[in-house]
Nanobody, 115 residues
Framework: QVQLVESGGGLVQPGGSLRLSCQAS????????MGWFRQATGKQRELVAR???????EYADSVKGRFFISRDNAKNTMYLQMNSLKPEDTAVYYC?????????WGQGTQVTVSS
């Protein structure tokens, strides 16, 4: 079993920055990919950014050049650096991990961008 715990969400003004963290624990076997998804009120969950086991990166068009995903394998932690935040980035952000033993989700962390 794998547990994913997000942290770092909060309220920020437009143009501000936040860094989300996702700590993985438990029986961590082969990792195929890890990523960040978000779900705004009344909308479907969408991919924000993903990093594969080989280091490949993928970003949603709406966040390219503003958000940056990274991973610290020694700490079993993934990060999402979010810069130049916009009100439309407001959502619950979820950590996702695709491991040999299955697909896992964190509980989510709220990010609110508002003045």
């Amino acid at each position: 079993q794998v547990q994913l715990v997000e942290s770092g969400g909060g309220l920020v003004q437009p143009g501000g920055s936040l860094r989300l963290s996702c700590q993985a624990s438990g029986t961590i076997s082969s990792i195929f990919a890890m990523g960040w998804f978000r779900q705004a009120t009344g909308k479907q969950r969408e991919l924000v950014a993903r990093i594969t086991s080989g280091g490949g990166l993928e970003y949603a068009d709406s966040v390219k050049g503003r958000f940056f995903i990274s991973r610290d394998n020694a700490k079993n932690t993934m990060y999402l650096q979010m810069n130049s935040l916009k009100p439309e980035d407001t959502a619950v952000y979820y950590c996702n991990g695709v491991f040999l033993k299955g697909n896992y989700w964190g509980q989510g962390t709220q990010v609110t961008v508002s003045s």
